[in-house]
């Protein structure tokens, strides 16, 4: 399956889904990374791993129909069959969602559905909760609602701040997303018409 992975950042997520590919037994192939900000660490590490990059700007398009139409050109042109969205910090629209529907994963740094939208972490530590983790699901229009394809649970450590409890998620990403990508791009989980996984 070729796989276009959209990152916004560091892309400490991206590495863990180019190691993962980079062994050869893996159904998924990375095809293309775009980012959405221009220099960011996540970029290098494609072009180290011998990955084409592409920077698309939003800020260079008048409004978000016209960033995603430029996505999805990007994405088509290399022929993409699943989409993963590894610290991608663009809401997507209804019609970007609708055209990649079934076809596009997203890392959430909670289990959902607790801790939707910005700073999960941080609603974690106040929410008192001693288990969190991190989700990944296919995306629905819905910010962080769509089905769940696998979730890593850690422990609220006493002590922990939001740097801490972030860093010991992103361990658990590193862990989830890669597993998440091979399961969809070898077809064990695909997104039903009711908007449930089926496995
Ligand atoms: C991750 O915590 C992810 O869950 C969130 O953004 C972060 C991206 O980190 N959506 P990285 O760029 O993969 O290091």
Known sequence: RKVAVLISGSGTNLQALLDHTRSGLSAAKIVLVISNVPDVKGLQRAKDAGVTTEVIPHKNYKNRQEFDAALTVALRKVETELICLAGFMRILTGDFVKTWRGKLLNIHPSLLPSFKGMHA???????????????VHFVAEEVDGGAIVTQEAV???PGDTEDILAERIKTAEHKAFPRAM????????????????SR
């Open 155 to 157: 422990p609220v450590l």
């Open 182 to 197: 091979e399961m969809v791009a070898r077809g064990q989980v695909v997104l039903g018409d009711d908007g449930c996984c």
């Open 121 to 135: 972490q941080r609603q974690a530590l106040q929410a008192g909760v001693t288990l969190t983790g991190c989700t």
